[in-house]
């Protein structure tokens, strides 16, 4: 008999809309292959560079998409990623549409392309898919991310300053951490 997995996102939430979000995800079996912690700093390896750059990628790839803080562990990751509309770089406000003289109306210009916003699990299963080849062609072919990945909603300023501080904290709490692992 399988084990019934609880839901992970909360039940009616659009988690494509502009918010801010508190991302975990997990090394399959807790397996330290980013790096490790020296003297209270992460040291990351090639695969743990790896994780970080496609971090820096979703940015890029999805601009949208603002990093405001990020760390690599040895077996996981945290980060806040916000979605932003405003950000997408077009050099106008999205809110607002340009208006096509041929689409009077319409409310939008038809000339430009709508830029579909990806949600926070479509946005995670790109990274954790792009770092997994990018490793696995990097020498470590067994490298598995464990299945989804926590998420919290940030409501408040608060909430925010409190992940923040722990995300910049992590590496110098390593041992104590719930993710602390020596399996290598």
């Known amino acids: 008999m399988l084990k019934e997995r609880k839901p992970n996102r909360m039940a009616g ?4 809309r502009d918010a801010l979000y508190f991302v975990t995800s997990c090394v399959q079996d ?3 292959c980013f790096g490790a912690v ?5 040291m990351r390896n090639r695969y743990g560079d ?5 971090w820096e990628w979703l940015q890029t790839q999805y601009p949208y998409i603002v990093s405001h803080e990020f760390i690599v562990m040895p077996n996981h990751i945290h980060g806040v990623l916000e979605i932003n509309r405003d950000h997408v770089g077009t050099g106008r406000d999205l809110s607002v549409p340009e208006i096509n003289r041929d689409h009077v109306g319409t409310g939008r210009d038809l ?4 830029i579909k916003i990806k949600s926070l699990s479509e946005l995670m299963g790109a990274y954790k898919t792009t770092t997994s080849k990018k ?9 598995q991310w464990q299945r989804s990945f926590h998420d919290h909603i940030i409501r408040d300023e608060k909430s ?4 923040v ?20």
Do not use: T
């Open 30 to 32: 807790r397996v330290c």
């Open 160 to 163: 925010y300053h409190n992940i």
């Open 50 to 54: 790896i994780a970080h750059e496609q």
């Open 13 to 16: 939430f659009d988690y494509g």
């Open 165 to 184: 501080h722990y995300i910049r904290e992590n590496a110098s709490k390593w041992k104590g951490d719930k993710f602390y692992s020596i399996v290598l």
């Open 111 to 114: 000339s430009v392309p709508e």
């Open 38 to 42: 020296s003297a209270g700093k992460m």
């Open 135 to 143: 490793i696995h062609l990097s020498g470590y072919p067994e490298f």
